[in-house]
């Protein structure tokens, strides 16, 4: 229904098959997302589509992404917020940070972290493994080598569809963050979008429609 409403209508306008899936394994997602795209391209053969992975678009399952051959109109995607324990600190829809409850520096250490797995087994490992760990921008571009390493083995583009940091984060860490991501996105040449606009715990923009911090309009806006 989509692709034949919007036929008509170009480059300004993306189709996203879906957003941040989440199953066992890619194989029943891979299998759905190659149906619709040859379902769209039977009636679009031009229309740009953005192909993200499972597990909430995480950037480590874009290895396991069925790339679709000799279509170079699809733009693959993931979704940045590493490490998850910085960028969701206190988020209440997220077990671990609600109960984890520090404020986190950036670039910093996570404080208390290595009492708080001790307390709670069933978090650790994986990516909350950081009671060690200094956070930083070496640290940030460690997480995006799966990205690096999927555009050179495939040859494709990628984009980053969503990354952020929560309002609870002190905002020179919010900033500092930004800029780190950012930079290291552009070098990658990775397009990105910030998330997100308004309010929402990661807004640029207050209720009011005030910008919350020049600064990091800025480091976001840049090209």
Sequence with gaps: M???RYRDKRDQLWFELMNEVVDAT?????????RAIEAIRAIDPERIIVYGGNHYNSIDELRHIELVPHDERIIYTFH???PH??????????????L?????SYPGRFPGLSEFLDGHPEFGGG??????????KALLERYLKPAAEFMEQSGRKLYCGEYGVIDEAPLTSRIGWHRD???LLRKLGIGRACWSYKEMNFGLVNKAGRVIDPELVRIVSAR
Excluded: C, G, P
């Design 181 to 183: 991501v950012v930079d």
């Design 127 to 136: 990516e909350n493994d950081l009671a060690n760990t200094f956070m930083d």
């Design 100 to 104: 984890y409850n520090h404020t986190i």
């Design 85 to 98: 324990l910085f960028t969701h600190q206190k988020a209440s829809w997220s077990e671990v940070t609600k």
């Design 26 to 34: 890619s194989e029943r997602w891979n299998r759905l997302a190659h």
């Design 80 to 82: 940045f917020y590493k």
């Design 2 to 4: 989509f692709a034949k």
